[in-house]
Structure formats: structure tokens, C-alpha cells
């Protein structure tokens, strides 16, 4: 091929994206679509993920018929819900794993968010940001005891990450106890504290160092507490859910959490709480470390933190532990953690959960939400297993995954979006907008009741 046709034919090319870009962005600019519109939008969706993105994806979700004619492509969101291309509104009690708690766009987030986009979108990285200190101010007095000292990231893996180099640097331990069912991230650090075979296995060896027992057996955590200790491996951290999430909403036994505070303390090991699924006022308290009256070492947060409008996360730490910082503040660092954008979004999030009573309104609804389902479950015993939570935080287990997964897309159908935990695939988890109203809590729990009515066992 000659220079002249290659130069060409990449000319052509070039010509070609542009004009696709030119197209994508003037559909993100309309605040309508047509019925053609939408069309070409669920191809071009299914399409990428084909040939792009991952065709995994396309059968893994519950929509997409074999050939792609159908397919439930996202476009909007507004409240509780949120709407495909196609103008059908579902109630989103999946929440994006729980990223919503304040809503989906929540006016005050995305006014904080555009407010500081007109000013300056990233730091220099050289200058000191204002938001990164004022956000880190508030954190301290808003996180339990004397929490105190933060770190930015952009994701709860991120926060995991920066607490598992943090406690290393404290205390120079090398061993980390984490517990079954958990779920920490899928980075190689936080991986290793992560519990499913599954993700784990094609990527091992993993961080040397971790011991996993059974949640929620404090006898086996002593054990591997004194044993540790016994053989020279004394333990640097121990690292859990204080309610798992993607276990199956699993809830600690009574006093559990406060016995492994003890333990910690006991053989002088730090207490970190990943607090990323259930912290942000979803439980019915600002953080489950509240609600079970216990204070942790190292916080992690992320997911609701940036108000669903940004990626965002932190660790706050006591300043025991985190002055091991102190000396060098480059030992860890990120480009985009902290950034003025997902502050301004994270401090617009804290003072709307505050100003709005949500996490008192998360508890209030989540009782009732709770009970109506229990409710709605009655004669069917033999598909349900149990339903539990706290606030807003509810998990369905059932005997089988096939109903699960069953129950779930008979509920899609009827426009209500919940989905099954990643660690559990028996649980189906509600996790709506802590602004949901009651009666979308209603119509949730008669399409809940009406579906199990109709699924096989």
C-alpha cells in the first residue's frame, strides 16, 4: 500500500469517528430522544458490548434477548428511579450497588458539582486544594470517635488499598485477618482480603499474609489471633464489613463487632471498617460503626460518598495511626483522589443526609420495608429463606439461585430493578435511594409479592 492511500484511508477514518462523536455527543445534548433515536442507541449499546466492552455482559444481563432485538439500555435517572431509552421507569432498589443514597441526581449534589465545574474542574496537584481540607474537616467531625485524618480515592477498592498500606506502615505487621463471605475490592490487595474462590483463584498468589475466618465466630477469631501471635505473626489489622453486603446482607451476631474491637486491642492489632456499602446513612445510622457503637481504626468509604453523581471515596484514621504519613505524604498518593469535583460532591452528599434526617429516614422506611416483605413472603417458604437487613439495607435469600435470578427478572419485567450479591447468589439485595417514597416502597413489595406468586419452585 502506497503512503499517499495509507494517509488516505486514515484521513477517511479519522472523518468517520469524528462524525460518529459528533453524533454520540448530540444525543447526550437533547434532553429527549425518539422512538428511531432509541433504536439506533440499543444497537449501537449492544453492539459495543459485542465486539468492545465484553459480550460477557450481554448474558449476564437479564434483558438482552439472544440476538439483541431487546435490550433494556439505560438513559436517565431522576429520584428513585431511573428510565431506558425506550421512556420505560423502573424503581432502582439495586442502587447502582448502592451508590444512591441521597438520590438519583440530587439537585443539591449536581448544583455543588457544576458550581465548581465553572471554576476549576482538577487541582494542580502542587497548590493546596481548599475542598480536599474543608471535606476532610468535616469528615472528622462527622466520623465516630476521634477518627481524624483523611485520604482521598476514587473507589471503595482504592479506600481498601490505602488502609491495608496504611496498617502496615503503623505497626510493620505483615498478617491481616479478614473473614468468609467478605467482599473488599477485586485489586490484588484488596483481593486478598476478599473471600470468593471464584475471583480469587486465576489470580493468585495474592498478598502473602491473610487468614480468613468464619464471620461472625468470635472463638475462631481468637484462635487465629493467639495463634498468630504464637508462631511470630502477630496481626497488623483485621479487616470486615460491620453488616457484609456482598456476602448476602449478612448482620453480626449481638456484641460481635464490640468482642473484636477487644481482641484488637488486646493483641494490639488495628480494627478496619470497609465501610464503603454500608456507611453514608444506609443502615439507618451515618455509619454501621454507630449503629453497633464501635469505633474502628481506619474507616473506608467510597460508593454513596460522591452523592451518585461523582466517583469518590476515603479512609479516615486516627492520627496514631495515620502519621505514619506524616513524615512523607508521597508513600501514597493518587492523581484524582480528592479531587475538587468529587469533594465539592462529597461535602454537597454529608450535608443533605444531614440536613434531610436520611439516615433516620432509612431506619424508619427500612423497618416498614422489611416487615411488608416478610409479609408478602408468607406461603411461600419453600422459595424464601429468609429476609433481613438493617435500614435500607434489606437481603431476600432464597432456597435456590434459579429463583432468585427468577424472581429478579420477573420484577424487572414489571419495572422494579433489584439484583443478586456477588459473594451470595441466593440473596437478591433491596438497596433503594434512602428518599424512596412509601409508595414506591408499596409498589415494590406487590410486584415482590405478585412475581413469587408466579415463579416455580
Same mark, same amino acid.
Given at each position: 500500500?502506497?503512503?499517499?492511500l495509507?494517509?488516505?484511508?486514515?484521513?477517511e477514518?479519522?472523518?468517520?469517528?469524528?462524525?460518529y462523536?459528533?453524533?454520540?455527543?448530540?444525543?447526550?445534548?437533547?434532553?429527549?430522544i425518539?422512538?428511531?433515536?432509541?433504536?439506533?442507541?440499543?444497537?449501537?449499546?449492544?453492539?459495543?458490548?459485542?465486539?468492545?466492552?465484553?459480550?460477557?455482559?450481554?448474558?449476564?444481563?437479564?434483558?438482552?434477548?439472544?440476538?439483541?432485538?431487546?435490550?433494556?439500555?439505560?438513559?436517565?435517572?431522576?429520584?428513585?428511579?431511573?428510565?431506558?431509552?425506550?421512556?420505560?421507569?423502573?424503581i432502582?432498589?439495586?442502587?447502582?450497588?448502592?451508590i444512591?443514597?441521597?438520590?438519583?441526581?440530587?439537585?443539591?449534589?449536581?448544583?455543588?458539582?457544576?458550581?465548581?465545574?465553572?471554576?476549576?474542574?482538577?487541582?494542580?496537584?502542587?497548590?493546596?486544594?481548599?475542598?480536599?481540607a474543608?471535606?476532610a474537616?468535616?469528615?472528622?467531625d462527622i466520623t465516630?470517635?476521634?477518627?481524624?485524618?483523611?485520604f482521598?480515592?476514587?473507589?471503595?477498592?482504592?479506600?481498601?488499598?490505602?488502609?491495608?498500606k496504611?496498617?502496615k506502615?503503623?505497626?510493620?505487621?505483615?498478617?491481616?485477618?479478614?473473614?468468609?463471605?467478605?467482599?473488599?475490592?477485586?485489586?490484588?490487595?484488596?483481593?486478598?482480603?476478599?473471600?470468593k474462590?471464584?475471583?480469587?483463584?486465576?489470580?493468585?498468589?495474592?498478598?502473602?499474609?491473610?487468614r480468613?475466618?468464619?464471620?461472625?465466630d468470635?472463638? /475462631?477469631m481468637r484462635? +487465629? &489471633?493467639?495463634?498468630c501471635?504464637?508462631?511470630?505473626?502477630?496481626?497488623? @489489622?483485621? %479487616?470486615?464489613?460491620? =453488616?457484609?453486603?456482598e456476602?448476602?446482607?449478612?448482620?453480626?451476631?449481638?456484641?460481635?463487632?464490640?468482642?473484636?474491637?477487644?481482641?484488637?486491642?488486646?493483641?494490639?492489632?488495628?480494627l478496619?471498617?470497609?465501610?464503603?456499602?454500608?456507611?453514608?446513612g444506609?443502615?439507618?445510622?451515618?455509619?454501621?460503626?454507630d449503629?453497633?457503637?464501635?469505633?474502628?481504626?481506619?474507616?473506608?468509604?467510597?460508593?454513596?460518598?460522591?452523592?451518585?453523581?461523582?466517583?469518590?471515596?476515603?479512609?479516615?484514621?486516627?492520627?496514631?495511626?495515620?502519621?505514619?504519613?506524616?513524615?512523607?505524604?508521597? /508513600?501514597?498518593?493518587? +492523581? &484524582?483522589?480528592g479531587?475538587?469535583?468529587?469533594c465539592?460532591?462529597a461535602? @454537597?452528599? %454529608?450535608?443533605?443526609? =444531614?440536613?434531610?434526617?436520611?439516615?433516620e429516614?432509612?431506619?424508619e422506611?427500612?423497618?416498614?420495608?422489611?416487615?411488608?416483605?416478610?409479609?408478602?413472603?408468607?406461603?411461600?417458604?419453600d422459595?424464601?429463606?429468609e429476609?433481613?437487613?438493617?435500614?435500607?439495607?434489606?437481603g431476600i435469600?432464597?432456597?435456590?439461585?434459579?429463583?432468585g435470578?427468577?424472581?429478579?427478572?420477573?420484577?424487572f419485567?414489571?419495572?422494579?430493578?433489584?439484583?443478586g450479591?456477588?459473594?451470595n447468589?441466593?440473596?437478591?439485595?433491596?438497596?433503594?435511594?434512602?428518599t424512596?417514597?412509601?409508595?414506591?416502597?408499596?409498589?415494590?413489595?406487590?410486584?415482590f409479592?405478585?412475581?413469587?406468586?408466579?415463579?416455580?419452585?
Open positions: 500500500m502506497s503512503i499517499d495509507s494517509r488516505e484511508l486514515k484521513k477514518q479519522n472523518k468517520n469517528v469524528s462524525d462523536i459528533n453524533k454520540v455527543l448530540s444525543l447526550i445534548e437533547k434532553e429527549e425518539n422512538e428511531e433515536e432509541a433504536g439506533w442507541i440499543t444497537k449501537e449499546t449492544v453492539d459495543g458490548f459485542r465486539e468492545h466492552v465484553n459480550p460477557g455482559f450481554l448474558s449476564y444481563r437479564k434483558t438482552v434477548t439472544k440476538d439483541g432485538q431487546f435490550a433494556a439500555v439505560e438513559w436517565s435517572d431522576n429520584g428513585s428511579c431511573f428510565k431506558d431509552v425506550n421512556g420505560k421507569e423502573y432502582d432498589c439495586l442502587g447502582g450497588f448502592g444512591y443514597n441521597v438520590g438519583h441526581r440530587n439537585p443539591k449534589v449536581v448544583k455543588a458539582v457544576t458550581d465548581q465545574l465553572k471554576r476549576q474542574a482538577l487541582h494542580s496537584q502542587d497548590l493546596l486544594d481548599p475542598l480536599r474543608m471535606l474537616k468535616i469528615l472528622a465516630p470517635g476521634d477518627l481524624k485524618y483523611a482521598f480515592t476514587n473507589s471503595g477498592t482504592e479506600s481498601v488499598e490505602a488502609a491495608l496504611l496498617a506502615m503503623y505497626s510493620e505487621r505483615t498478617t491481616f485477618i479478614s473473614t468468609t463471605r467478605a467482599f473488599h475490592g477485586k485489586s490484588l490487595g484488596s483481593l486478598s482480603g476478599t473471600a474462590g471464584m475471583f480469587r483463584k486465576p489470580f493468585l498468589p495474592l498478598i502473602p499474609g491473610f480468613h475466618v468464619p464471620f461472625g468470635i472463638d /475462631m484462635k +487465629t &489471633f493467639e495463634v501471635s504464637s508462631v511470630g505473626e502477630d496481626v497488623a @489489622a483485621v %479487616i470486615l464489613e460491620p =453488616i457484609q453486603g456476602g448476602g446482607i449478612i448482620l453480626p451476631p449481638e456484641n460481635y463487632l464490640k468482642e473484636v474491637r477487644e481482641l484488637c486491642d488486646q493483641f494490639g492489632a488495628l478496619i471498617f470497609d465501610e464503603v456499602q454500608t456507611g453514608m444506609r443502615t439507618g445510622k451515618m455509619f454501621a460503626a449503629l453497633y457503637e464501635v469505633v474502628p481504626d481506619i474507616i473506608c468509604l467510597a460508593k454513596a460518598f460522591g452523592g451518585g453523581v461523582m466517583p469518590a471515596g476515603a479512609i479516615v484514621a486516627k492520627e496514631e495511626v495515620f502519621k505514619s504519613w506524616f513524615e512523607n505524604p508521597f /508513600m501514597h498518593t493518587t +492523581t &484524582f483522589g479531587n475538587p469535583l468529587a465539592a460532591a461535602i @454537597a452528599t %454529608i450535608g443533605v443526609l =444531614i440536613e434531610e434526617k436520611l439516615p429516614r432509612a431506619a422506611v427500612g423497618e416498614y420495608f422489611l416487615e411488608e416483605l416478610k409479609k408478602a413472603a408468607k406461603g411461600h417458604e422459595k424464601v429463606l429476609i433481613r437487613g438493617k435500614g435500607l439495607m434489606i435469600e432464597f432456597h435456590k439461585d434459579e429463583i435470578y427468577d424472581v429478579s427478572k420477573g420484577m419485567d414489571l419495572g422494579v430493578l433489584v439484583a450479591t456477588l459473594i447468589s441466593k440473596t437478591i439485595r433491596i438497596e433503594p435511594s434512602l424512596i417514597r412509601y409508595e414506591e416502597v408499596d409498589k415494590v413489595v406487590s410486584t409479592k405478585q412475581v413469587l406468586s408466579q415463579v416455580s419452585v
